[in-house]
Nanobody
Framework: QVQLVESGGGLVQPGGSLRLSCALS????????MGWYRQAPGRQRELVAT???????NYADSVRGRFTISRDNDKNTVLLQMNSLKLEDTAVYYC???????????WGQGTQVTVSS
């Protein structure tokens, strides 16, 4: 049984920082990418950042330079360090694992990030 469990969301003022963590339980053989997506009220879910097992990263333009994604393959965890947070970063953040060979996606339950003064 594969599960992705997120933690680290919360309320922060503009300009502040938060770190999200996602832990994978279960085994996912083969190449894959782990990452974060977010969904704000009334909007579609969008990519935030992804990282492969080889540590290649991809960022949305809106977060590049402010967010940093990292991955520990031995611990099966992925972190998202979010700095210089803006009001528009408010959303539910979802951890994702995408398996390349069959395009299967696994999702966490989501964690709320609220940026507000």
């Amino acid at each position: 049984q594969v599960q992705l469990v997120e933690s680290g969301g919360g309320l922060v003022q503009p300009g502040g920082s938060l770190r999200l963590s996602c832990a994978l339980s279960g085994s996912i053989p083969g190449p894959n990418a782990m990452g974060w997506y977010r969904q704000a009220p009334g909007r579609q879910r969008e990519l935030v950042a992804t990282v492969t097992r080889g540590h290649s990263t991809n960022y949305a333009d809106s977060v590049r330079g402010r967010f940093t994604i990292s991955r520990d393959n031995d611990k099966n965890t992925v972190l998202l360090q979010m700095n210089s947070l803006k009001l528009e970063d408010t959303a539910v953040y979802y951890c994702n694992l995408h398996r390349f060979w069959d395009n299967v996606d696994y999702w966490g339950q989501g964690t709320q990030v609220t940026v507000s003064s």
